[in-house]
């Protein structure tokens, strides 16, 4: 198949049709056709003028629908880690981002869809004998394709406003982006005129203003586009029976809408943010007439205020204004008449004359394709095989597919973009365009799709089956083996499972749930996006539940519930019980207390047939409840039908410690460590458990030497560095056994500041909320709680507070520290963890209490916690206390 047109829209749809093509297993030969050295930048982005400016933040301009955050990620990994949501790129920065998209799509897919350019312009496209299509080529080739995708982008209006002395005075600039077009008006003399007032006139203007020199722009209303805010409000949706009303009531209805926004908000932009998801349906619901008149009487208004200036763009036209460098002017071009010193005498309709060197045409792209002479839409609307849109706006579509004249056969030609205005007159940004890319993929592949073999699915551990094929099945299986016994490779594994078939969700969602929770080296929400697309492909009614499962939890979406009932209907789904109950690899269902958490598994056991994975959880859960001897049996029956079961070890090693066995757990789980342990995921945390034995045995010089040998960051990093090394170092600090400066630099050296300041999870929120104290780093613990404030209702309730209390004990504010501290304790629980992880808290309380002089509540508080389990740190701290 072939795709004439490799800028955006292009771009957008090869790699579009290469992911799709590649999780259907469909082989494809893809012709693109373009003559620009690069692929990806078209006209819009090849600019490399750092002052043309995307017109859409950041946050918008993804080039997958589905995975909203994909550009903001791609330049957190490309130079620019700080980057804002709401920042507007260069325009050429964008383009290189869709360059390194299309090529990473042709790189995955390799193998099944092969991808050639062609550096030419396609001047033709007709019927062969057999139904294809012939496209005839500028270089004297032709290719012959069963689908062409025709993505053309915005094609450059007639300039019939243009007096004929213009033509011949070699003074106009008809296409202001053809490759070095403005090169002699940017070096040379004189002022400047530039006909349009919209965009394209603002990135002119930026490029050739100067001082010494006046750039005059003028078009009909004389209005330059208005400005994006700094920090944008939230969309105001507009009221429901918008898209009923004729255009003097819409008219009517619009301005109302944008009077409440300036009533409830004192701005007008969360309105026409508003109107934009029902924009295509209003303009579907005009009649031509009102189309018609629209155009003439609305349009202008409706452009400046709908395509905004970015902030930065506009404080430069407002520099150039204000220095008179800048001078709009409403009218149109009548007359022109050469000058001595070769320049050019322009006069407006408005009376006025402006003696220019240059006149640039910026009235933007052609609305209907009869004012473009363009051979390929003049061929194909001579021979039928498309027809003029609504106005003779673009071209006629059936969902973008080429409609033909009436008569006429249809071809399997697409478009999209630009050349759908007529029928959706919202086409041309990058959240419209992608979406229609991956509708034209889809509709292209459609015709490809092979049936589906009939044979008997794999099946995961415990027999559940896999919608995926035998090699990819056992990867998945390893992955989830070494996830029961918390053995390191799951991620590579499931990274495995998802090359091997593009299209098996689990094995995706799987990798976004490790990633999102278990602080594995995921690009979490492309994972998630992928088990997305795939699940709607091939998929069983289980593997969607699991999939939107993990959507939820991720997203934050009521996850908890989701995967409680999604365990009442599949007991038998190791990962999801894993993923349910609090231990150590996953901080589990936060509302659940000990006894729901071991009713759910207790439950889901008997599907595994005597298994020892859920009894390993099961251990775990009996000693949170105190039943210490119960969970030790557990764990130990569990450890002899799997001596690697790290969820057993886990389980018994929190027996000795809440049990007071101090120098015996610190003996035995430090021969396992060295010993069995050496495979671990968690081995950190297994050090660290050791550490606070150590912490309880009062042996400081221990602590020190155990976290430099294994818990620093040259051995840890990422969300384990936060929740293992960074909270030892506080709770070192806490205890009194770690005096002088401690190594917590290194420890936020080793974690990405999105993990820091922005964390998913309440559980690492808090431990990020310690490692912040830890380093004193008020600014960015206030910009985690801002955050915690925003998130979901566990960061937001307990979190944010906790926040505030730990920035007290920072700023030696004890009254403060000790009353938000104390309120935050009992809901600690919500957080998820453990309870001898979520005890640093109440570590901190009694540091709070005896720094302030509370010296009775810190006594009760150490004898409660004597009576709890016995500690040699705790009887010194009493005893100094006493004293």
């Known amino acids: 198949m072939g795709i004439v047109g490799a800028g955006a829209a292009g771009a957008l749809t090869a790699i579009q049709l290469c992911e799709t093509a590649v999780r259907r297993t469909t082989p494809l030969d893809l012709v693109l056709i373009d003559p620009a050295p690069e692929a990806g930048r078209g006209v819009a982005y090849a600019t490399p003028d750092p002052r043309h400016r995307l017109n859409i933040p950041a946050s918008g301009m993804s080039c997958y629908p589905d995975d909203p955050t994909h550009f903001l990620r791609w330049l957190h990994t490309h130079g620019e880690p700080t980057v804002s949501p709401c920042a507007f790129l260069p325009r050429h920065r964008y383009g290189a981002y869709l360059a390194d998209a299309l090529g990473q799509a042709i790189i995955r897919s390799h193998g099944t869809v092969s991808v050639r350019r062609l550096r030419t312009i396609a001047t033709s496209c007709t019927r062969t004998v057999g139904g294809r299509a012939l496209l005839g080529l500028a270089d004297g080739q032709s290719l012959t394709a069963d689908s062409v995708v025709l993505a053309t982008g915005l094609l450059p209006a007639a300039l019939d406003w243009a007096p004929a002395p213009l033509w011949g005075s070699g003074r106009l600039v008809p296409d202001p982006w053809a490759p070095g077009a403005l090169d002699a008006a940017r070096d040379g003399e004189g002022d400047v005129l530039l006909v349009g007032t919209g965009l394209t006139a603002v990135d002119v203007a930026l490029t050739l203003e100067r001082p010494g020199r ?82 003439a009487r609305d349009a202008s208004r409706w452009n400046v205020h709908r395509h905004r200036m970015s902030p930065v763009t506009a404080e430069a036209v407002g520099r150039a204004l204000a220095a008179g460098r800048l001078r709009p002017h409403t009218g149109r071009v009548r007359d022109v008449a050469p000058v001595g010193d070769g320049g050019l005498a322009v006069t407006l309709t408005s009376g006025r004359t402006v003696r220019v060197g240059w006149v640039i045409n910026c009235t933007g792209p052609a609305l209907r394709l009869a004012d473009h002479p363009h051979p390929l839409w003049q061929g194909l609307l001579a021979d039928g095989l498309a027809t003029p849109g609504p106005l003779g706006i673009g071209v006629a579509t059936d969902g973008g597919r080429l409609r033909p004249a009436p008569g006429h056969a249809a071809l399997r030609l697409y478009t999209l973009g630009a050349l759908r205005r007529g029928e959706l007159w919202e086409t041309t940004a990058i959240p419209e365009i992608r979406r229609q890319a991956a509708e034209v993929a889809a509709a292209v592949l459609e015709p490809l799709r092979r049936p589906a073999p009939a044979r008997r699915r794999p099946t995961d551990l415990h027999g559940l089956p896999l919608s995926t094929h035998a090699s990819a099945a056992a990867a998945y299986r390893a992955g989830l083996d070494r996830l029961l016994k918390v053995r390191a490779g799951a991620a590579d594994c499931f990274t495995r499972a998802v090359a091997l078939d593009p299209g098996f969700a689990l094995g995706h969602a799987a990798l976004a749930l490790v990633g999102h929770e278990a602080g594995a080296a995921v690009d979490v929400p492309r994972a998630l996006a992928d088990a997305q697309r795939a699940v709607r492909e091939r998929a069983c009614e289980r593997e969607r539940a699991f999939v939107d499962v993990v959507t939820r939890r991720v997203t934050g979406r009521d996850g908890d519930a989701a995967l409680v009932r999604y365990l009442d209907a599949y007991p038998g789904d190791a990962l999801a019980l894993a993923v349910a109950v609090p231990t150590i690899a996953f901080s589990g269902v936060t509302d659940l207390d000990s006894g729901a958490a071991r009713g759910l598994v207790e439950r889901c056991a008997p599907a595994y047939g005597g298994h020892w994975f859920p ?137 990405e500041r999105e993990i820091l300041e922005r964390p998913a999870t309440p559980f690492t929120a808090l431990h990020s909320a310690l490692a912040l104290s830890c380093a004193g780093d008020l600014p960015a613990l206030r910009r985690l709680r801002g955050h915690a404030a925003d998130a979901d209702p566990v960061q937001r309730e307990v979190v944010a507070p906790l926040c505030d209390a730990l920035a007290a004990v920072v700023e030696e504010r004890w009254s403060d520290a000790v009353a938000g501290l104390e309120r935050v304790r009992p809901l600690l629980r919500r957080v998820g963890g453990s309870a001898a992880q979520r005890e640093v808290v109440e570590d901190t309380l009694l540091y709070a209490l005896v720094s302030g002089g509370r010296g009775e509540a810190a006594r009760r508080l150490l004898q409660s916690r004597l009576d709890r389990r016995d500690s040699p740190a705790d009887h010194r701290r009493l005893t100094a206390l006493r004293a």
Do not use: M, N
């Open 214 to 295: 006046r750039v005059h722009a003028v078009s009909r209303g004389g209005e330059l586009p208005r400005t994006h805010a700094l920090v944008p409000l939230p969309p105001l949706a507009p009221r429901p029976d918008l898209v009923a009303l004729p255009l003097d009531d819409l008219r009517s209805a619009v301005r109302r809408h944008v009077a409440e926004a300036l009533r409830a908000h004192g701005d007008w932009r969360p309105a026409v943010d508003g109107l934009r998801p029902l924009t295509q349906e209003l303009w579907a619901s005009l009649s031509d007439g009102e189309r018609a008149e629209f155009l």
């Open 615 to 751: 009894a390993s959880l099961l251990a775990f859960v009996r000693q949170e409840e105190g039943r210490y001897d119960e969970a030790a049996e557990l764990a130990r029956g569990a450890l002899a039908a799997e001596p690697a079961s790290g969820h057993a070890v886990h389980a018994l090693t929190h027996v000795y410690y809440e049990t007071g066995a101090h120098a015996r757990g610190r003996d035995w789980l430090d021969g396992w460590i060295g010993d069995r342990g050496r495979g671990a995921s968690h081995r950190a945390h297994f050090a660290w458990h050791v550490a606070l034995h150590e912490l309880a045995l009062d042996d400081s010089e221990s602590v020190r030497r155990r976290w430099f040998s294994q818990l620093s960051p040259e051995r840890v990093g990422g969300v384990r560095a936060l929740v293992d090394s960074g909270s030892l170092l506080w709770r070192a600090r806490l205890a009194g056994c770690w005096t002088g400066k401690q190594p917590v630099g290194d420890v936020l050296a080793a974690v």
